[in-house]
Structure formats: structure tokens, C-alpha cells
């Protein structure tokens, strides 16, 4: 990979809590990755496996023990509007409705009023909303609630999408939908999107590379590069090479997750 | 009397906020119309049954109506007082020192409290002190109040101040340490500035758990402006009482008593309106 095609180059990286106490956790150890842009990389792998944190290193919502986390050629120092995250549980504000909860990060940077309700209205029109601008988080269903914090996310136009289990809460129904959504989404928009899940055929169906990693402590286990095309469309469900990857996967993690199962 | 009057009221103020209120303690707002007509019915019972028997008891000559007017004749004397305007100018001077002193410790009891739920540092500098200040009922800060300030407004705004202080700090810091971390997360990743996170996050997002304290603060500040009145003020509602007292206008005092138990009763049912409009989209975001 060639330096200006690198975005994100993660170096190193660990991450320990509770640093010299007794009851120490290294959540990462000795991570290394280098993303390209636009590329789509799901972090796969079991509870505990510092996948979130990882995630919040890369969104400056902590710093690293040790290592370095570069994009674009500098080191990320702090939370800022050139990496946006989804959380699972949406972080939607409130009191807000949809369409000011997507103007927020608009509003941040400045964007006078009527243009950033213009582009609001248009980014809730891709994820389908519609109609809901003047709903309350509260009053929409879950699968809504997530389109919403996803248009949040995406309309002040960030290099990167950080998506930490975006549809862990969600109905599998609605889930399948949504992987769909995104996947269309990102490949559309061309942002680079590192999408976190426990998931494996969520990964395997939305990413580039699926990045497996294993716990305790926290660190890359293996890289699996996808062959299918994008976007990622239902039939590619039956794609042999889909099905097959997804069953070797969990029979290699299937004693891991057994494992932590147990506990 | 005023001393037991007051302090149990501030002793609950004081634990409020360890007993980690519920950002919607009421489910009352899902529930359509808060007052069944039923209800209604039996309130109106309930308080018509306790009047009736009172004007009773006086009429017959089993209550001494020196000790204990009788209701007509407190009415009267409401009637009276609010011909002659004493009624509304003492009210109105009582109002005005629970306002000044309300805001004031807004002032500095929500910062204060919005800074320590932000900053464990200040935190643990800071409530060392307000704990240590927390017991002494405002009652007992008279004599300092009265030493410091003369008689007069500024007393009670200082008494009314000290005794709002407490829950207001307390609403404020409980309710910013309580806020999701994910929302603060959010609002930063989308590249809030310091001005927006405070403004548009976490005053929002702290609105619907500092309200409940808000309305109690309200509530002790009536009575400490009461308080103050008795003692060290020369105008208000509490000094009506103090002075029908000494002129033995009994029916006068009991009358000064109802204006007040009527305004403290008002003012949370308004703030009590408030509250739930602002808790509307609480509930089930929290759930
Ligand atoms: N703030 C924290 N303090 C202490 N330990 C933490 C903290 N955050 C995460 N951990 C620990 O780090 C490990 C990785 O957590 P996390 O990144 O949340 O995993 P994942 O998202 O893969 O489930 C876990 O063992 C967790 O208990
Ligand atoms: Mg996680």
C-alpha cells in the first residue's frame, strides 16, 4: 500500500487500563493495520476483544498506552468532524427531533440555517425518513432511531465512519435491511467506513477486509479479504464463496466464542 | 413552631440527590389526563368535609375561635385585607425577595453544580464545603442574616439564597454526571465546540433530572422567604402574620397563613407544568 493511498495507519497500538494496578486489563496489544481510503473494514470478533475500543482510539474519545494512530500523515489527537461515529445504542439527542438531530454536526461547522436544513432533509431521504423530520427519537421505532443517527453521522461529510455495532439492537429483519442501506451507502459515498460487529456473515456481507480479532488480550488474529463486489446486494447471500467463508470463520472463532460463552 | 416547620423540609432537600431521582418519576404524563374526574370529586370531599367540620366545631363552641377562627371568619378577613390592599402589597414583597433569591442561587448553585459534575477535580474540592454548609438550617443563618444585612430585603433574599442553594447544586451536579457518555461522544465527534456541547447537550439532556429539584428549591425558598419575614423584614406575607400576632387579629394570621399555603401551592403546580413539558420526550429515550 502506497503512502497516500494509506488513511488510516494504526501502528502498534495498545491499550492497557488500569496501567500498572493490580486489576489491569489490556483491552490491545500490539495492533497493527493499515486502511486505505474507502475501504470498508468490519472488526470482527467476540465480546471483550477491545473491538470498541479500538474504535474509540480512532475516534480520539481515548488515547493509546503506546503506539501511534496516524491519519491522513497526523496523528489523531482528539474527537473531530472528520471521523463520525455510530453508536449502538444511536446517542440520538432527545429533545431533538430527526432533522435538528442531523443538522448538529452541520450547525457545528457553521452551515447557515437554511442550507443545512436543505442538506438534512436530504440526508434523511437516503436512509428513508421522509416524512419523520419532525419525529422525536423516542416516538420512531429502532431501526428509524439507527437511520437517523446514521444520516447524523454522515451529513457534515466525514473522511471516515466509525460504526460500533450499529445494528446490535435491531430485529434480524431489519438488520438484513439496513446492512443493505449501509453497504449501498458507503459505497456510494465513498467514505471510509471501519464497522465494528460480533456478527461474522454481517461482516463478511459489509466489508472489504474483515479484520478477525480475538481476546484477552485484544489483538488481530487474521485479515480476510472479500471477493465479492459492491455494492453488496441479498443475492450475494448465496454467493458460495459468502457461505463458505462465513462457515469457515465460525469454525475457526467457534472455540473462542465457546470459550467465552462458558464464562 | 417556624423552626419545625421548616427543617424536615430541608433535611429531605438535602438527600435528594443521593437517592438518585428518576429523570420521570411520574407516569402520570403517558396517562392522559392526570386527574380522573373520580379524583376530583374526592379531593373536593375531602377538603369540604375537613371545612365543613371546622366551622362547625367553631360555630358550636367547641374550638375557641380566639385560638381558631372559624373559615368564614378567615375568609372575612382575606376579604378585608385584600380591600385594603395589605394582602397584595405583602404578597407582592414576598415574591419579589423569593424571586431575587431564587435566581441567585440558580446562579450559583447550577454553575457550581454544572462544573463539578464536569470536573471530578472541582468536585472534590468543592463538596467538602457544601456538605459541611448543607446542614445548618437556613433558620439558624438569621442572626448572622440580620448582623450582616440589617432588616429587610436584603436578609431574605440571603436566607432564600442559602436555602434554594442546596437542592439547585445538587439537581445540577447529579444530572450532568448522569448524562450518557455516548451523547457527549456524539456531539464531540461532530465537531461541537465547547459553547454548542454546553448548550445544546448538556443543558437538554440535564433539564428533565434537575427539574424535580428545581420545583423543590422553589418550594423551600417560599418558606424561607416566610421565615426570614417573621424575623428579620419589616413587609411580606410572614410579617402580616408576625404582626396580626401581636395585635391579636387572630382570624388575620390564620388568613396570612392560607395566602401562603395558596402561593406555595401555585407555584408548583406551574413549575410542576413545566416540568412535564420538559420531561415530554424523556420517558422512554431513558428507558
Ligand atoms: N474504561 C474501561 N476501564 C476498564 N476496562 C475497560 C474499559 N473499557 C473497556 N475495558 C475492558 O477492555 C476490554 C475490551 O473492551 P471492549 O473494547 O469494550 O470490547 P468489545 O467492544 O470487543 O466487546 C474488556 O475486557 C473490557 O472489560
Ligand atoms: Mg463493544
Redesign the pocket.
Known amino acids: 500500500m502506497t503512502s497516500s493511498a494509506c488513511h488510516i495507519d494504526i501502528s502498534h497500538v495498545s491499550k492497557i487500563?488500569?496501567a500498572g494496578e493490580p486489576g489491569e486489563?489490556v483491552?490491545l496489544r500490539d495492533v497493527d493495520l493499515k486502511i486505505a481510503r474507502g475501504e470498508f473494514i468490519a472488526l470482527l470478533?467476540p465480546?471483550?476483544?477491545?473491538?470498541?475500543?479500538l474504535l474509540s482510539l480512532l475516534a480520539g474519545f481515548q488515547t493509546a498506552t503506546s503506539g501511534a494512530l496516524i491519519q491522513n500523515g497526523r496523528e489523531i489527537s482528539g474527537p473531530d468532524a472528520s471521523r463520525t461515529v455510530v453508536f449502538q445504542d444511536y446517542a440520538l439527542f432527545g429533545w431533538l427531533t430527526l432533522q435538528k438531530n442531523v443538522e448538529f454536526g452541520l450547525k457545528a461547522k457553521k452551515v447557515p440555517k437554511r442550507e443545512r436544513a436543505e442538506i438534512a432533509r436530504d440526508f434523511l431521504a437516503r436512509v428513508q425518513l421522509s416524512g419523520f423530520e419532525d419525529k422525536l427519537p423516542h416516538e420512531v421505532s429502532g431501526g428509524m432511531k439507527q437511520r437517523a443517527a446514521i444520516a447524523r453521522a454522515m451529513a457534515p461529510d466525514p473522511e471516515i465512519l466509525l460504526m460500533d455495532e450499529p445494528l446490535g439492537a435491531l430485529d434480524a429483519q431489519t438488520r438484513v435491511l439496513l446492512q443493505e442501506e449501509i453497504s449501498r451507502l458507503s459505497s456510494e459515498s465513498g467514505k471510509t467506513v471501519i464497522f465494528v460487529t460480533h456478527g461474522i456473515d454481517e461482516a463478511v456481507f459489509l466489508a472489504d477486509r474483515v479484520v478477525v480479532m480475538s481476546p484477552r488480550p485484544?489483538r488481530i488474529r487474521e485479515i480476510v479479504t472479500s471477493r465479492l463486489p459492491f455494492p453488496r446486494t441479498a443475492e450475494m447471500r448465496a454467493d458460495p464463496w459468502f457461505t463458505s467463508t462465513v462457515s469457515n470463520l465460525w469454525e475457526t472463532l467457534k472455540p473462542e466464542w465457546q470459550k467465552e460463552d462458558e464464562q | 413552631m417556624t423552626t419545625q416547620a421548616v427543617r424536615p423540609v430541608l433535611d429531605a432537600a438535602g438527600a435528594v440527590p443521593e437517592q438518585k431521582q428518576a429523570p420521570a418519576p411520574r407516569a402520570n404524563s403517558t396517562g392522559g389526563r392526570w386527574r380522573s374526574r373520580r379524583t376530583v370529586a374526592l379531593n373536593v370531599i375531602g377538603i369540604g368535609t375537613m371545612l365543613l367540620l371546622w366551622q362547625g366545631l367553631t360555630a358550636a363552641g367547641a374550638i375557641n375561635s380566639f385560638l381558631l377562627p372559624s373559615p368564614v371568619a378567615v375568609l372575612d378577613s382575606l376579604w378585608e385585607m385584600s380591600k385594603d390592599g395589605s394582602l397584595w402589597v405583602n404578597l407582592a414583597a414576598s415574591l419579589k425577595r423569593v424571586c431575587v433569591g431564587y435566581l441567585m442561587a440558580c446562579a450559583v448553585g447550577l454553575t457550581l453544580g454544572f462544573i463539578c459534575g464536569w470536573s471530578q477535580v472541582v468536585a472534590e474540592l468543592v463538596r467538602p464545603i457544601i456538605e459541611a454548609l448543607r446542614p445548618i438550617p437556613p433558620l439558624a443563618w438569621v442572626p448572622i442574616a440580620i448582623l450582616w444585612f440589617g432588616l429587610g430585603d436584603m436578609s431574605a433574599y440571603f436566607l432564600v439564597f442559602l436555602g434554594c442553594l442546596f437542592p439547585l447544586f445538587f439537581g445540577a451536579y447529579t444530572a450532568v454526571r448522569s448524562i450518557d457518555r455516548n451523547q457527549i461522544n456524539a456531539a464531540l465527534c461532530l465537531g461541537a465546540s465547547r459553547w454548542l456541547l454546553f448548550s445544546s447537550v448538556l443543558v437538554p439532556a440535564s433539564l428533565p433530572i434537575m427539574m424535580p429539584n428545581l420545583r423543590l428549591a422553589l418550594g423551600i425558598g417560599w418558606m424561607c422567604v416566610v421565615t426570614a419575614e417573621l424575623i428579620a423584614a419589616q413587609t411580606g406575607l410572614g410579617y402580616l402574620i408576625q404582626q396580626s400576632r401581636m395585635l391579636f387579629q387572630i382570624q388575620n394570621v390564620v388568613a396570612g397563613m392560607v395566602a401562603i399555603g395558596v402561593v406555595g401551592f401555585l407555584m408548583s403546580a406551574a413549575v410542576e407544568r413545566i416540568e412535564r413539558r420538559v420531561n415530554a420526550w424523556a420517558p422512554s429515550e431513558r428507558n
Open positions: 487500563f488500569g486489563v483491552a470478533g465480546s471483550g476483544c477491545g473491538k470498541s475500543t485484544g
